[in-house]
């Protein structure tokens, strides 16, 4: 499975960014897909993410009611709707993927990253 995630670039504090990850290859075997974020001397933390077949999600406590994960099937594409930005969102945002049942929070349950796409919020 190949992984494209694009969509970042600079706001300002209070306005949105919609990221995208497109999905190539095998992606039937995809079970789960997310996105995390990282900063300078930080570990990849989780940020969202979404089953691949059905619709069940997740959200880390510091971004609900601001960010909203879908995905387009069809496309193979999952998105990442982020309102409300804040400064402290400010990070490289990588999408991921993995092909099996495993604790989703966790960078190391993913098998195929994206490259990372740079949010910046001004403030």
């Known amino acids: 499975v190949q992984l494209q995630a694009f969509g970042g670039g600079l706001v300002q504090a209070g306005g949105s960014l919609r990221l995208s990850c497109a999905a190539s290859g095998r992606s039937f075997g995809i079970y789960y897909m997310g996105w995390f974020r990282q900063t300078p001397g930080k570990e990849r933390e989780f940020v969202a993410g979404?089953?691949?077949?059905?619709?069940?999600?997740h959200y880390a406590d510091f971004v609900k009611g601001r960010f909203t994960i879908s995905k387009d099937n069809a496309r193979n594409t999952v998105y990442l709707q982020m309102n409300s930005l804040k400064s402290e969102d400010t990070a490289v945002y990588h999408c991921a993927a993995t092909s099996s049942y495993a604790d989703i929070i966790i960078p190391s349950s993913y098998n195929h990253w994206g490259q990372g796409t740079q949010v910046t919020v001004s403030s």
């Open positions: 979404i089953r691949w077949s059905g619709s069940t999600t």
